[in-house]
């Protein structure tokens, strides 16, 4: 697998680019209560890649409303931002799907380049393990992987069986498919085109 554009940091901007067309949707269908969102950004800091991320990294788009006695926090789901991983998504899911995959040299390699813990990976193989097969996401979507897949060999089963042409096409289908998990205040369904003429 040729996963060389995680040192891209066009990637990254792909990335934001989905992530503004996404706001951009939630932000125009306004607050539950007919208000308006104005724009009210958390600070985030990814650990792992930061010479391939522009500033924009250094937040996550959220919008406040702005009727007062309201001011309901909408947070967008994110294809960057994976909940409260300090890692961004692509990262969780590439590192553990390759895993398996990766010589022992290789995946000490991509540990050192990522900067990340053994007891971070283990908690992420744990996350895929249980939280992720536990999820009402995983829950109403897994019948739909014929033949079943094998929980344990996620995610790289799910990279596995989605559309694109690269590995890093699949990745982002991945990444909108988890977006529900991403948002706690939006986590209705928001229409997400991925632009092969963008990658
Ligand atoms: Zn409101």
Redesign the pocket.
């Known amino acids: 697998m040729c996963h060389a554009f995680i040192n891209d940091s066009r990637f990254y901007q792909l990335l934001m680019r989905m992530d503004q067309d996404i706001a951009a949707e939630v932000r125009a269908g ?6 308006v ?1 104005h724009s009210a950004r958390y600070p985030r800091k990814p650990r792992g890649i930061r010479s391939h991320l522009d500033e924009s990294y250094a937040t996550r788009l959220s919008f406040c ?3 007062e006695g ?3 926090r909408s947070t967008p789901p994110s294809v960057r931002f994976l909940g409260r991983k300090v890692y961004l998504g692509a990262l969780v899911i590439l590192v553990t799907a390759l895993e398996h995959g990766l010589s022992p040299k290789r995946r000490q390699w991509l540990i050192e380049t990522l900067d990340i813990w053994p007891q971070t990976l283990a908690r992420w193989r744990k996350w895929w393990r249980e939280t992720f097969v536990a999820s009402r996401l995983w829950q109403a979507q897994r019948s739909n992987f014929m033949p079943p897949l094998n929980p344990t060999q996620l995610p790289g089963a799910v990279l596995g069986r989605l559309g694109g042409h690269d590995l890093q096409q699949r990745l982002c289908h991945l990444l909108v498919f988890l977006m529900p998990l991403s948002s706690t205040s939006c986590p209705g369904y928001v229409k997400v085109v991925i632009d092969p003429q963008k990658m």
């Open positions: 306004g607050c539950s209560c007919g208000g969102l409303c702005a009727v309201c001011r309901r």
